[in-house]
């Protein structure tokens, strides 16, 4: 067994790997045995500080991502974004550990959460600002080139651009697959046809599922699948 060397870094803690991970204050932010109205709160607030943590890496990467667009470096932007994307599906999977909270179990804590409400998610409300400002760089970018999304479609897939704009469409997708799983695995806690913490119906949660980020990359699909022949036979009739 090796033995542990003098921590020298600055700061609380006994050891230097607690003092640099800082895990006296990690492992002191969920409540206590004393304080838990059921067992399974633990697991609920920790499937839920987690994905905050995973949300504050992918919100910096994105940041960091949008930099990069600002200085014309879309290879740079989308091996973040691509960073991101992974750290989103991670967190898409992670709720499947709330397959293992039980209704009942969580009906006897959900007072708890007083009015707090998924939609309050620091990590979450940072992610929608940030792919905003992504979708206005990236097609801010395509303007000061003089190119449209189609014309990036329809030329090389090893094109930076061409990648970017998949990457971005992946996070896209992976949001709606994270809003999908949340959805099953609320309902599957709470039910249909109730409100949640903050008054909203479960099942409006649906529809966020097909809202997009970076719009204007689906209607370049939509308006290509519209312009080949058969695409012009199977439009859809005006409603
Ligand atoms: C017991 C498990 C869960 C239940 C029953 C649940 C329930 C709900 C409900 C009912 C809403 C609608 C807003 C409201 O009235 O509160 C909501 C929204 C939301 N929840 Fe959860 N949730 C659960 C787990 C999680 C987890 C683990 C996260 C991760 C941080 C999360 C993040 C969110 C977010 C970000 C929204 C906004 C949804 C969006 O914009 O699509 N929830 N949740």
Redesign the pocket.
Known sequence: MSTSLPAVLPGPGSTDYARYMRTDVLLSLQRGTAERAHPDELL?QV??QC??LWFKLIHHELGRALDHLAADQPSAAEQLVQRAVRCLALVTEQ?HM?RH?HPAQ?AAFRTELGNG???E?P??KGMREITTELDIAFSRLLSSLGVTPIDVYCGQPSDPLFRLAETLVSLDEQIALW?TE?YT??TR??GHGV??????P?DS?TR?ITHRRFPTLWEARTDLTEASPRGRQSRQAPR
């Open positions: 609920f499937v839920h994905a905050e709720l709330l909270l969580f409400s998924g939609f998610s990590g979450w809003r949340h695995i609320a806690i709470i409100l949640g913490t903050r008054n909203t479960i949660l966020l």
